[in-house]
């Protein structure tokens, strides 16, 4: 698939009493699970992106902690994963795009918790960024940044 624009993306990682904040996707007949995410708006921090966005996908109220992993795509833009603090709320479609785009058995959006030590039993996408995840998060999620640059303008 080629992606038809450059665009940077900000994405929140919301861990919750050993609980990791996803969205169920089911889109033509295929079912996935994404780390909530979007677009960075002009003129708009990537760590502000990252909690606006968990916020309208999920209703989840965060905070950015710190930037765990960037990860350039040539052609597409860069990709900034913030873990973020869980604040309040339970997953649920909010008020974003995503609502209108939602059809029950055709486009769906199920945001929800998934356990840690349950992912890798998920399709999550991107793979490399659970990984990632999974990897740090054993590790208690080390201080050093991740940077991870891509030469490839499909996925």
């Known amino acids: 698939m080629l992606w038809p624009r450059k665009r940077d993306r900000a994405v929140g990682i919301v861990i919750h009493e050993q609980q990791l904040l996803l969205i169920r996707r089911f889109k033509r007949g295929d079912t996935y699970y994404s780390l909530p995410g979007g677009g960075i708006d002009k003129g708009e921090e990537p760590s502000a992106a ?39 709320g339970q997953p649920r479609l909010g008020q974003g ?26 399709n999550v996408l991107p793979k490399d960024a659970m990984r990632l995840i999974i990897k740090e998060h054993s590790n208690g999620f080390s201080q050093k940044v991740q940077k991870k640059q891509y030469n490839r303008n499909r996925l």
């Open 50 to 88: 990252a909690t606006r966005e968990v916020f309208e996908e999920t209703t989840i109220v965060s905070k950015t902690v710190r930037l765990l992993y960037h990860h350039e795509y040539k052609g597409r833009g860069e990709h900034f994963y913030f873990l973020c603090e869980y604040i309040s």
């Open 97 to 122: 795009d995503e609502r209108f785009r939602h059809i029950k058995g055709i486009n769906e959006y199920d945001p929800m918790w998934i356990e840690l030590d349950d992912l890798s039993n998920y």
